[in-house]
């Protein structure tokens, strides 16, 4: 049995760091993508003065933390250790419109000196009461304007990744996926895996989804269609929340998800919804057509093996940290005592 916990304790955790200006949803998107909050209940969320930080966990790979920057902090203040904020951060997420372009590009500007690694993830946020050419115009112009103001600094380089989201769709589900998939090392083995899967399946489409989260860590090379990804997350929903009142025993022991969680729903247009454990974080959802479902036996052989594939990705993993640690561990012990004399090893 894989412990999926205790080997990343260690691993230096990348950051997502969350900022705008007041009132820009901040703060309601992190309840409602991580803590299952309803859109509706964050309308009486009170707006924070300070950084508030957490530790995402919910499986192996999506191991991360959260910094939410509230939009009165003057973080270019000369006390401010943004060096120490940006030299540990995978991405930037930044939300809002016209006021918040001329602080994006300060922020923007500023991190890619420090760390030109980031991934700058720009979320045109509260879209849901536009339409959608209204939308896409909005896209256009936010994009034109900040790579333009990049481009007269001389900083083409910077590549700006621009998502349209919203609370109460799955849009900030779909966006936070794209965002969390760059800080997953392993995502072209995992992609890969999938494709290899669902071509030897008859599979049409295949998702390896976070199950607290909603998120989804992987998928296939085929395109993502945004009513596949509702349905995806609908049937998560509709899982769990039967086995929270079906599936647990009659003294409430035991947990809702589990390797025994699985689930087959039918559609009206001949296609089938199949979700499967992979870990106790990680399910794997998939759309059959009819006449390619009868042939179970062979999709649940060959699920098998993508399982056991994903364990071996997980092993490999482990090494690497345990790796790390013991390395640490040596050079830690090499250091020169005050005296000048060397640490003996443990």
Same mark, same amino acid.
């Given at each position: 049995?894989?412990?999926f916990?205790?080997?990343?304790?260690?691993e230096? %955790?990348?950051?997502?760091? #969350?900022?705008g200006?007041r009132?820009s949803?901040k703060?309601?998107?992190?309840?409602?993508?991580f803590h299952?909050?309803?859109p509706?209940?964050t309308?009486?969320?009170?707006?924070?003065? %300070?950084?508030?930080?957490?530790?995402? =966990?919910n499986?192996?790979?999506?191991?991360?933390q959260?910094?939410?920057?509230?939009?009165?902090?003057d973080?270019?203040?000369p006390?401010?250790d943004?060096e120490? +904020?940006?030299?540990?951060t995978?991405? #930037?997420?930044?939300?809002?419109?016209?006021?918040a372009?001329a602080?994006l590009?300060?922020?923007?500007?500023?991190a890619?000196?420090?760390?030109?690694? @980031?991934?700058?993830?720009i979320? +045109?946020?509260?879209?849901?009461?536009?339409?959608?050419?209204?939308?896409?115009?909005?896209?256009?112009?936010?994009?034109?304007? /900040?790579n333009?103001?990049l /481009?007269?600094?001389?900083?083409e380089?910077? !590549?700006?990744?621009?998502y349209l989201?919203?609370i109460?769709? !799955?849009s900030?589900?779909?966006a936070f996926s &794209?965002v969390?998939? %760059? #800080?997953?090392?392993?995502?072209?083995t995992?992609?890969?895996l999938?494709? @290899?899967?669902?071509?030897?399946?008859?599979?049409?489409? /295949?998702f390896l989804?976070?199950?607290?989260?909603? +998120?989804?860590? /992987?998928?296939?090379?085929?395109?993502?269609?945004?009513?596949?990804?509702?349905?995806?997350?609908d049937?998560?929903?509709?899982v769990i929340?039967i =086995?929270c +009142?079906?599936?647990?025993k009659?003294d409430?022991?035991?947990?809702?998800?589990?390797?025994?969680?699985?689930a087959i729903?039918k #559609?009206?247009?001949?296609?089938?919804?199949?979700? &499967?454990?992979?870990?106790?974080f990680?399910?794997l959802?998939?759309f059959?057509?009819?006449?390619s479902?009868?042939?179970?036996?062979?999709?649940d052989?060959?699920?098998?093996?993508?399982?056991?594939?994903i364990?071996?990705?997980?092993?490999?993993?482990?090494?690497?940290?345990?790796?790390?640690?013991?390395?640490?561990?040596?050079?830690?012990?090499k250091?020169?005592t005050?005296?000048?004399?060397?640490?003996?090893?443990?």
């Amino acid at each position: 049995v894989l412990d999926f916990n205790d080997p990343f304790s260690t691993e230096v %955790k990348p950051r997502i760091l #969350l900022m705008g200006l007041r009132r820009s949803g901040k703060s309601s998107i992190q309840k409602v993508v991580f803590h299952k909050m309803s859109p509706n209940e964050t309308l009486f969320l009170e707006s924070t003065n %300070k950084i508030c930080r957490e530790d995402v =966990s919910n499986s192996s790979f999506v191991n991360f933390q959260i910094w939410d920057f509230p939009g009165q902090i003057d973080f270019f203040d000369p006390t401010f250790d943004y060096e120490m +904020i940006f030299r540990g951060t995978g991405a #930037l997420i930044f939300d809002d419109y016209m006021e918040a372009l001329a602080r994006l590009h300060l922020t923007v500007t500023r991190a890619y000196k420090v760390n030109p690694d @980031i991934n700058f993830e720009i979320f +045109i946020h509260k879209v849901d009461g536009l339409s959608d050419d209204h939308k896409i115009e909005t896209q256009r112009d936010i994009h034109q304007r /900040a790579n333009d103001d990049l /481009a007269d600094a001389g900083l083409e380089k910077i !590549h700006l990744s621009f998502y349209l989201t919203s609370i109460y769709d !799955h849009s900030i589900f779909e966006a936070f996926s &794209k965002v969390v998939q %760059k #800080l997953i090392p392993q995502l072209p083995t995992l992609e890969n895996l999938l494709n @290899i899967f669902i071509s030897n399946s008859g599979i049409e489409k /295949a998702f390896l989804f976070d199950v607290v989260s909603k +998120i989804y860590i /992987a998928t296939d090379s085929t395109p993502v269609d945004m009513q596949t990804y509702e349905l995806c997350c609908d049937m998560i929903d509709v899982v769990i929340d039967i =086995s929270c +009142i079906y599936g647990l025993k009659d003294d409430g022991a035991g947990t809702p998800y589990d390797k025994e969680s699985m689930a087959i729903i039918k #559609l009206n247009n001949t296609t089938v919804l199949y979700l &499967k454990e992979v870990t106790k974080f990680l399910a794997l959802v998939c759309f059959v057509r009819e006449e390619s479902f009868e042939r179970k036996g062979l999709i649940d052989y060959n699920f098998h093996c993508f399982r056991k594939a994903i364990q071996e990705v997980f092993e490999v993993r482990m090494k690497v940290v345990r790796s790390r640690k013991h390395q640490s561990h040596v050079q830690k012990n090499k250091r020169p005592t005050p005296n000048g004399t060397p640490r003996m090893p443990l």
